[in-house]
């Protein structure tokens, strides 16, 4: 369900009374720019027989409520999340507690970086430091699907992937732009995955804004009398994996 507060509305109430109506007989929800903790766990505390919850831009869902949710939900087929905050320990939930879990989507706004560095050395210096090496692999037997449309993630991340989710069939990467599925890695996906959603592949089917956040570039040439900025005083991200997915595939 949209939005629909500027026609008068109560949502909150809305919802709940249609959760009340089913009478612990709801398999799915979808709920676009409106829930809060307090409504996400009356859902779960109601419906123990939910396959589907789907939240959209719900920024006042905090990840304490989130997960408190989650540990109610052992039917869970299918989670997404989409423009909103999911940390690692939220996902630590979903994959302990939802252990049918068929579909996990993690979508955000695709952001261009400038390139300054080799992958390999980002990756190298992000391994290091935090201590993949050495972590404990968790295994998503049961997952089939993923999108991570937007993500961070580089060819380091999308072989923890593979790694770790041995039955994945379609895994969506568009806007993911550091990755670089050539090679190896092109020949992994080619073995396991039916359908590969490339990060530049078209977005027309995309059902979200998929427009792209061009950050500054250094290509620019600068005037005679500006000298060109030092770009290695300047915080970039890391390259690798971002926290929510490193938390749910590393659990500490």
């Known amino acids: 369900m949209h939005n629909v507060e500027d026609l008068g509305y109560n949502l909150d109430i809305m919802y709940r009374h249609a ?7 709801l398999v799915e929800i979808e709920i676009w720019d409106f829930c809060t903790d307090s409504l996400v766990n009356y859902i779960a505390d109601s419906s123990g027989n939910l396959r589907s919850l789907k939240l959209v831009k719900c920024s006042l869902v905090t990840d304490e409520g989130l997960t408190e949710a989650l540990v109610k939900l052992p ?12 940390s690692g320990e939220s996902l630590k939930s979903v994959g ?37 090496r050495h972590l404990q692999l968790f295994v998503m037997n049961g997952l089939r699907h993923l999108q991570l449309f937007g993500n961070n993630l580089t060819d380091d991340g999308l072989n ?35 359908v590969l959603r490339r ?19 250094f290509e620019y040439e600068f005037p005679d009398d500006v000298d060109q900025p030092d770009v290695n005083f300047l915080d970039f991200p890391k390259f690798d994996l971002p926290d ?9």
């Open 199 to 217: 990060p530049n592949d078209s977005t027309h089917d995309y059902p979200y804004d998929a427009s792209v956040i061009e950050m500054y570039s």
């Open 75 to 86: 039917l869970l087929e299918e989670l997404e999340v989409s423009y909103g905050s999911l």
């Open 244 to 252: 929510d997915l490193q938390s749910f595939l590393w659990p500490v």
């Open 19 to 25: 959760v009340d109506r089913s009478q612990g007989g």
């Open 160 to 194: 923890a992937i593979l790694d770790n989710c041995p039955n994945m069939e379609h895994l969506d990467l568009r806007q993911c732009f550091n990755v670089n599925i050539v090679g190896d890695l092109e020949n992994r996906c080619s073995e396991s995955i039916k």
């Open 96 to 132: 302990q507690s939802c252990p049918n879990l068929k579909t996990l989507k993690l979508n955000h706004k695709g952001i261009k970086y400038p390139r300054l560095f080799s992958d390999d050395d980002a990756l190298a210096s992000a391994a290091t430091m935090n201590g993949l």
